[in-house]
């Protein structure tokens, strides 16, 4: 197996049962991310796309096939396992950025960290500089309520990066927010990329999509095209 | 402690709910607690009026209620003959009281005269003077040593008596001592009388004939009080010539303490079922402000789980959320527990009795935590369990 592979899956399948009847949702996925790539997944309702990010993100297992994430196979990890690869490889970024509504913006980036076992005092100095990072150092014990959409987004990626993990997973990361504030997380996720980080992205919004260095498309529960884009042809801002 | 945080946070943002949630709790421990305060006064005022009562000696009489009460009557001559034959028996002296007008100067009481011996009846310090002496019952000495409550009486004014002649009927006797005002404690009973004389006085001036009413036995082993009580009824049925149909009665402080604790535990019994009751009501209240709190917070559960909180780490979180609720409500109830069984207490209990126990508080706070420790965990890991159980990317979707 290639260590310096991000992800590395080979022939995932996922079949649900509902009563006698077996519905496939993926048939055979076959995907190598690089370290420091920049995908984005696409794809209509029902083609698997959630499904798989729901595989990529160890939150579900595979029926079959073999699944490594940083170059460790977590195909059949049991749910405490898989929580713990989640919290150390994994950050997520969801559409409804789901912080913790009664906690201030540094709580909740150091919440995997207090989930790691991180002392307080490691924890805040932490959670601090992940803040800075995405630029709301003086919002720091502001609660998500006192917070624009964009800036809950900002501290939503804080906390999913606060443990340096080998991939950011980000669901429809601008779905819940306008189109002036989505290019300013755009702009974000793109600067991470360009800082080396490895990111994957859901989304069904073609003009997101475009931000990624490589799209791949879903239907059916396969892949059907896995291209990558051209940047220099993408007219920004 | 995050967790503690984080619970308290949520307790607090829901102030009317957390309130609501712990008021069968509150009520609950409440009434426990204010129960057990007043039950532990009233036992502690109780056990001070029998501490009057020596530990060394009973009493002996026939039972009232049977055909043959004359022919149950000792004789002076069985109390020598029982001191010398029943091993445990110490001293044996005849008791006696009668109702007497005493009078000194121009004050004048009804007061029941009393033969008492030394060591005396009761077991009360002294306030003036000295007790009978052994001088005083070898000679039949008119000496009296008066109760606290014959001493105001007859000497309103105070001061030491010891010296003074009193006059019960026609009979002069000189005040030696007076005993100190007893702790009265909730029974309303006083042990032995108010004018106390030398017993071998009384036998001289009151009994008549050869026969006595009761007797008082001092023995020399407490621990065998029962058995040498029957003892002595037998040897007094075998002197008086006489069968088991005839029946005697014997008074002593552990006979009495035994029934007293009977009565308390049954009152324990009965609060700690109100107790029990009061618990499971509360404790499903509980269960069941967690188990809609959960369902509120799937989303935040999820997102939790995402992360990569670990089963136990959701499980703790809800765990000690349910603690910190039932705590909260065990400690206002324990705190309004005190403060009312105090105040009845106060109210009440000390001022008919003058008697102050100290409030259980070791009690009240072992009572509390086991309170809080049952409902959390009978209703607590429940809900905390089915939170850790949720599925991340079920409850992710949860709108």
Redesign the interface.
Known sequence: MNNSRAIDLAQITKTYKTGSLEVPALQGIDLVVERGEYVAIMGPSGSGKSTLMNIIGCLDRPTSGSYHLDGEDVSHLDDNALATIRLRKLGFVFQGFNLLARTDAINNVALPLFYAGVSTRERRARALTMLTEVGLADRAHHKPSELSGGQQQRVAIARALVNDPAVLLADEPTGNLDTKTSADIMALIDQLHAGGRTIIMVTHDENIARNARRVVRLLDGAIVSDEAMDHQKVAKG | M?YFE?AL??LV?NKMRTFLTTIGLIIGVFAVISIEVLGHSMAGSISETLGALADNSFILFPGSFQGDFARAAMRLSDLDNIVATVPNISSAVPIGGAQELVRYGHNVGRFRLFSDANPPFANLPLAYGRYLSDDDIASAADATVLSWAAYQRLFPDGGDPSGESVYAGTHRYVVVGVLAKPRQGLLNATFGGDVSIPYTTYVREFVHGDRIFAARFTVRDTSIIPETEAAVINRVRQLRNIGKDVQYKTFDKAAFTGGIDGVFNAVTIVVGLIGAVSLVVAGIGVMNIMLVSINERT??I????????????ILMQFFIEAALLSSFGCFVGMALGLLAGGLINSIFIVKLTGYTAPPPYAQALIITLTFAAIVTLAFGSYPAYRAASLD??EA?RYE
């Open positions: 995050m984080e946070r949520v943002a989303r935040e999820g997102t939790r789980k995402a992360i990569g909180a670990r089963k136990g780490q991340p990317i992710l």
